[in-house]
Each structure stands twice: as C-alpha cells, then as structure tokens.
C-alpha cells in the first residue's frame, strides 16, 4: 500500500511537470509570431506617420491605444491575445495610413482652390492702392483728410504688402500652402487698412 501511495504521489508531480512542460513550449512557440505581429502593427502605425496625427488625430489616437494593449498582452505573455488581436488591427492601423492619404487630398485641393482665389484677387488690389498712391504722389494738393505723412505711410505699408504677398508666394512655390494662405491673409488685413486710409472701397475679400 505505500509502494502504491508514493507512485501515485510520483505520477501525480510527474504529470504536473509534463501539462507545465507543454505550457512553456506552447508559449514558446506562440512568442515568436506574438512578437512578429507587434511589430508589424508597430510599422504601420509609424508609416502612418505625422500625416495621420495631423488629418485623423482621433482615429490615430485609438489606432496608438490598442498598440499600447496590444504590447502589454505580450509583455505580460498573453501571445494567444496578441496573435487573436494583431491581424485586425494591422489592417486598421494600414487603412489609417490610406485615410489620412485621402484626407490630406481633399485639404490640399481645398487649399489650393483657396490659393487660386487669394493669387488672383491680390494683384488687383495691390495695383489698385498702387495707382491711388501714384495719382496722390503727383497730386499738387491733397484730398481732405490726407495728409503728407499719412501718404508717406500709405506707400509704406504698399512696399510692405509686396514684399509679403512675394513671401506668401514663395511659400506655395515651396508646398507649403497653409503657410501661403496665413501670409496672404495678413496682407488682405494690411490692404484694408491701407485702403480705408486712400478712401478705395474695393479692398480684397479676406479669404475662407
């Protein structure tokens, strides 16, 4: 009877140790694909990049806090929730990377249509505060109101306006059309300041 107890004690640690030893070797063989599809959503949030942070700043936030789960599941040695999990949200975190693609399209093409307006609109009335200051400049006596000094600051502020429209246009030259805008926007509000100054009353429309 104790030769009977001490095998059935044996068996029992024997089969305990062999059901761990098929755990650890189950996780061993989960670990290397866990890590693999980490990874893989890894680069795609990061081909995502700056685009999807700047057009999609929600989406991209959620598509960073399932990264953050996903990696805490694997530190934590769940591979069997990684290896479940991965697939769906690599292929969210891809379509993050071809949404903020289309996103930016749509904005660009939104700002260049903005640029197009703004690029025709401004010569016209910086040539028209032009051929105002000239027509004063020549002028033997000033209209009421005008004074010497506030023409010299009319031809001023006209030199200051070229300059930042030629500003404005170098920064869509360069791809930078937000920032073109912002400059030409400045300079709607300095053609208007002007332009109530000399009586115009055809001062550019500020842009949307």
Do not use: H
Not at 20 to 30: F, R
Not at 162 to 189: I, N
């Amino acid at each position: 009877m104790k030769i009977t107890t001490l095998s059935t004690a044996r068996l029992g640690k024997l089969l305990v140790a062999f059901t761990a030893g098929l755990v650890l070797a189950a996780c061993a063989n989960q670990m290397e694909p866990a890590k693999k599809m980490v990874g893989e959503v890894e680069s795609a949030v990061t081909a995502a990049g700056a685009d999807a942070q700047k057009y999609l700043p929600e989406q991209t936030a959620a598509v960073n806090q399932k990264l953050a789960d996903l990696k805490a599941a694997f530190d934590k040695q769940d591979y069997k929730t990684v290896i479940t999990t991965a697939p769906g949200l690599l292929t969210e975190a891809k379509g993050l990377a071809e949404s903020a693609a289309a996103k930016k399209k749509e904005v660009m093409e939104a700002l260049g249509a903005q640029w197009t307006t703004v690029a025709t609109t401004l010569p016209e009335a910086i040539a028209g505060i032009e051929a105002k200051v000239t027509s004063l400049a020549a002028s033997k006596k000033l209209p009421k109101g005008m004074t010497k000094e506030g023409l010299a600051t009319a031809k001023s502020g006209l030199a200051d306006i070229k300059t930042a429209f030629d500003e404005a246009k170098t920064a869509f030259g360069s791809g930078d059309v937000q920032g073109a805008l912002d400059k030409a926007k400045g300079v709607q509000a300095k053609i208007a300041e002007i332009s109530a100054q000399l009586g115009l009353t055809d001062g550019a429309k500020p842009a949307a």
